[in-house]
């Protein structure tokens, strides 16, 4: 639908840049960007991590002062008068402050107080913000209770006390479940209608483009493009198709993302998403050599193939960039260094686990979650913040012994024998703990000496890794001053000195570009192909597409647990004949939010 | 105006609810006073007490004898007898003695013909102070001995007239007295700077502090809401290290107890304040900790005059020690509790930390910014 535009924009944006001195480098977090939000419209500010998201929302809340530019916020300029702004707008950063040791009410309360909303508003203002947020029943509760997607509520009800002219939301949904994303966009789609509230929203999430009225696409401080979802689509008309081929989908994705005039090609469920240069499917007849039964069925563009086209545009135009070359020139199939594992059946599971449980006190992190995963299989556990994926992960690399239950790593059982089940696994954590201070080779060679390798073993295996991820180009920068893409090749390039067997990823895509994530994805592809084990948490539901099976947890336990395709078809109904990966996760936590009521009913 | 009571008195109350449901904040207003008053008014002392010390008789007698009572009599010593002198100095090289004290051959021919024995005393120079004080304490046995011998013997006290030091305000010289009131001092300085530093760094941690931000609410509106509090529970703290201090160590409180407690708010104020300062640089509790702890007390340790005396200090140092605000309550509290309400003390001193808190307090208004940069 169009955005009611009704004159001034509620806030415009002319050339704003704002530095950064991090150590002797300067980061250049905005830019130079000029845009604007029209008034009673959701506008999104999307981009990945890095991108200068935050930035740009403290600036406007009047947080940070801009280098140069201008911003006005209702017509306020905000350099001049932060107060003016700041009594109008609502600003929810990334982590609400929430007082956890205060209940809801009290939260509200105070925020209340702070805003100025007179004593005889506020019960009606409560009542509305409690139905809006179905917090009602937990108005005594204390805040560091309450779940991350209630307290997510909670804290967007805080900055709605005072009801804003403009309200800036800094990343509200990322990491958090489903059915909390769901319910946050169904309040901002009724505070835009109703109240008619200006909202700027950022996001990680791509797909949320696609509910905005508006996005102005940022990346690396830049404005990349701005007007309606639509606009972004509309360019890519009749340029993206679903393909498939009798061959195992990683092949195909491998394949089809080397031939000519495709921009991009991802996994999703069975098929591969093609995207090309022009409004043709590739042709069918000079790949169909490789890949016998090649077939091409057109689908509507999405906003991530956009996105994934103008950054290929960008390479292109500036080919001098750091940023990893396009899977085309890099896409020679990773050689086989990875030694395939010494003999095993290859049924036999890697991964065991069996009634796992792990409580913190009366609080149960884990409970009596089962899975395998076997050889060469890519497993993925999928959930919100919260869940209990990083619990289970932990314990699984022998860091945090199980209360209950028994856990089988490559054959060794972890309550016994955690060391040696350790030094078959490869484990990239989230933030990927590099030496920020060390540099890039120093790094290798240490995680490298971790692992005992010594002399002419360790020299080949950092030979390998630089020729693997091209690292050889910034082997003497400092680990800290990467880029982000760069950090993660880096992390995982460490996480496989030793030839591991089984290779844990935590997180391991969170916030990088959409070419970044490819680029890494190849590579678990091309690991899992020589049989290493992949584990895989994420909260990107996205991500799941590319695991071979997978396990949805929420507080704790396994929801479901099969192949993308499996569970995506549980949720296929008449109304939704192609549901994504969030759909199928929603109706899996709505069946068992029924299940129990249900039962408790008379 | 009133947007501006209502807006104080909801964070006054949050910070309220707080306190009382968080401890942290109740354990460093209380339990860290305390347990730093039991570990330091134990452990420091400046007294000698069970010093080591080598008795050398050369030739033993009943006079010897006497002598040797009178040292071991007194509670600042524990002797060991030797016969050579030369025993006595490998005993004190392997430090099992601080000193020797050497009665020669002659010893009681001398005591007898003419009243002065002189004695031999070497002591163990490698810790100076713990020498000077044994130096002075052997003096001190010696000269009483002998005056109590010339007394049995109806003469009158050997030349030169032994000394008769007469100790003001701490008549049993117990330097216990002397060091609680530098201790509360010094402990209240590190707890009323922890308390605003930590609970500001606390929400800059938990991002409470961007949300507060963007709201009407004004930098020194948070201020104030941090002051209030802390305050409050700064001069509960102060009030129970106080207490325990006079029932406890039983230390003499002579002042009166509205001039402590006047001074003792000023000097709360200023170590708040400090806190506040800190908070403007540190946003994270561990670095706020480690700044409160190295600026604030250290330099009550060490630069309040509290163990070393200020004259002593070469003049840079001296200056510095201007800035401390334990310097001006060490010195107010030692008179409140020991001498009593000297005003020609209290006043000039009372003065100084009231443009400390102003300095500290000023600057943090002025530092802190609405602003994430």
Redesign the interface.
């Known amino acids: 639908m169009p955005p009611p535009n009704e004159g001034a924009p509620a806030l415009r944006l002319e050339d704003v840049r704002r530095s950064f001195r991090v150590g002797k480098r300067v980061v250049k977090a905005i830019d130079g960007i000029t845009a604007s939000a029209a008034q009673g419209a959701v506008t999104g500010l999307i981009g990945p991590d890095g991108a200068g998201k935050t930035t740009l929302m403290?600036l406007i809340?009047?947080?940070?002062?801009a280098d140069a530019g201008k911003i006005e916020a209702l017509g306020i300029d905000v350099a001049r008068d932060?107060?003016a702004v700041?009594?109008r707008?609502g600003?929810?950063?990334?982590?609400?402050?929430?007082?956890?040791?205060?209940s809801v009410r009290?939260n509200l309360?105070?925020?209340?107080?702070?805003?100025?909303v007179p004593a005889d508003e506020r019960p009606a203002r409560y009542a509305e913000l409690m139905r809006m947020t179905a917090l009602g029943p937990f108005t005594e509760r204390?805040a560091g209770r309450l779940s991350g997607g209630m307290k997510q509520k909670l804290?967007l009800a805080?900055?709605l006390v005072h009801p804003p002219d403009l309200l800036l939301l800094d990343e509200p949904t990322v990491g958090v479940d489903p059915v909390s994303r769901r319910e946050l966009w169904q309040i901002i789609d009724h505070l835009t209608h109703s109240a008619k509230v200006t909202v700027l929203f950022s996001t990680a999430y791509l797909d949320e483009a696609e509910r905005c009225d508006a996005v102005l696409l940022i990346h690396e401080g830049r404005l990349l493009g701005g007007g309606p979802p639509a606009a972004f689509t509309a360019q890519l008309a009749g340029r993206s198709f679903f393909a498939s081929a009798a061959v195992s989908r990683r092949r195909l994705q491998e394949r089809l993302a080397r031939a000519p005039d495709v921009i991009d090609a991802v996994i999703q469920g069975s098929r591969v998403r093609v995207v090309t240069g022009a409004p043709t499917p590739p042709d069918a007849a000079a790949l169909a050599l490789d890949l016998p039964g090649l077939t091409f069925a057109p689908t509507p563009p999405r906003f991530e193939d956009a996105f994934v086209a103008r950054l290929r545009a960008l390479d292109a135009a500036a080919p001098s960039a750091a940023a990893p070359a396009a899977p085309s020139a890099a896409a020679a199939p990773p050689s086989a260094a990875v030694a395939p594992p010494a003999a095993a059946s290859p049924t036999e599971d890697v991964i065991a686990v069996t009634r796992l449980t792990r409580r913190f006190g009366d609080f149960v992190a884990v409970n009596d979650v089962s899975f395998h995963v076997a050889r060469g299989e890519i497993f993925g556990l999928l959930g919100a913040n919260g869940a209990g994926k990083s619990t289970t992960f932990r314990m699984l690399c022998g860091l945090l012994p199980p209360s209950e239950g028994a856990l089988r790593v490559a054959g060794f059982d972890l309550r016994k024998a955690a060391a040696s089940a350790r030094g078959r696994i490869g484990y990239m954590a989230q933030k990927f703990s590099l030496y920020g201070d060390l540099s890039v080779e120093r790094n290798l060679r240490f995680f490298s000496s971790v692992y005992r390798l010594f002399g002419a073993r360790q020299r080949r295996r950092i030979d390998w890794a630089v020729a693997e991820f091209d690292l050889a180009s910034q082997m003497s920068a400092t680990a800290r001053d990467l880029p982000l893409g760069f950090k993660q090749r880096l992390a995982l390039a460490c996480a496989l000195m030793h030839e591991p067997d089984i290779l844990f990823l935590d997180e391991p895509t969170s916030g990088v570009d959409p070419l970044a994530r490819r680029d890494f994805w190849r590579r678990i592809n091309a690991l899992a192909e020589t049989g290493v084990t992949v584990m895989v948490t994420t909260h990107f539901m996205e991500e799941a597409e590319y695991c071979d099976r997978l396990a949805i947890m929420a507080q704790g336990s396994v929801l479901t647990e099969g192949a993308p395709e499996t569970i995506k078809a549980a949720a296929r109904t008449k109304a939704r004949p192609d549901p994504t990966m969030e759909d199928a996760f929603i109706a899996m936590i709505e069946a068992a939010a029924d299940a129990p009521t249900q039962a408790s009913r008379p | 105006m009133m947007?501006s009571l209502?807006?104080l008195?909801?964070?006054l109350?949050?910070e309220f609810?707080?306190i009382w449901?968080?401890p942290s904040s109740l354990a460093i207003a209380f339990l860290l006073p305390a347990v730093l008053l039991f570990l330091f008014g134990y452990g420091v002392s400046l007294d000698a007490s069970n010093v080591p010390l080598a008795l050398v008789t050369q030739r033993p007698s009943a006079l010897a004898a006497s002598f040797a009572g009178a040292f071991e009599q007194s509670s600042s010593f524990r002797m060991r007898r030797f016969l050579t002198i030369q025993e006595a100095e490998r005993a004190m090289t392997d430090r099992e003695a601080q000193g020797v004290v050497w009665l020669p051959s002659d010893f009681d021919r001398r005591a007898i013909s003419g009243g002065n024995a002189p004695i031999g005393v070497f002591v163990n120079g490698v810790d100076t102070n713990t020498a000077r004080i044994v130096e002075g304490y052997v003096q001190q046995v010696w000269a009483g001995w002998l005056a109590q011998q010339a007394a049995e013997a109806g003469r009158p006290a050997p030349l030169p007239i032994a000394l008769q030091p007469r100790v003001r305000f701490n008549p049993t010289v117990n330097s216990r007295d002397f060091i609680v009131p530098g201790l509360i001092a010094m402990i209240m300085t590190l707890s009323g700077a922890l308390l605003t530093a930590l609970v500001i760094a606390r929400?800059w941690e938990?991002?409470?502090?961007?949300?507060?931000?963007?709201?009407?609410?004004?930098i020194r509106e948070i201020l104030i809401a941090k002051l209030i509090p802390y305050f409050v529970l700064g001069m509960g703290g102060m009030a129970a290290t106080v207490a325990l201090g006079v029932f406890r160590f039983d230390v003499p409180l002579r002042g009166s107890l509205w001039a402590l407690t006047v001074t003792s708010s000023l000097f709360m104020l200023a170590a708040l304040g400090m806190g506040l300062l800190i908070s403007t640089v540190a946003r994270s509790q561990f670095v706020a900790a480690q700044i409160a702890i190295i600026a604030t007390f250290l330099p009550a340790f060490i630069l309040s005059g509290f163990v070393f005396d200020i004259n002593s200090m070469p003049w840079p140092v001296q200056i510095i020690t201007y800035a401390v605000a334990a310097r001006y309550f060490v010195a107010i509290l030692q008179s409140t509790f020991l001498a009593g309400d000297v005003w020609s003390v209290i006043l000039p001193n009372a003065a100084a930390l009231i443009a400390i808190a102003a300095i500290f307090l000023g600057a943090a208004r002025a530092l802190a910014r609405?602003?994430?940069?």
């Open positions: 403290r809340a009047g947080l940070l002062r932060p107060l700041q009594a707008i600003y929810m950063p990334q982590r609400f402050g929430l007082y956890d040791d205060l009290q309360d105070l925020y209340a107080d702070l805003q100025g204390r804290g805080c900055t | 947007a209502r807006r008195r909801g964070l109350r949050k609810l707080q449901r968080d929400e938990r991002g409470t502090m961007e949300a507060l931000m963007v709201t009407r609410v004004t609405k602003r994430l940069d």
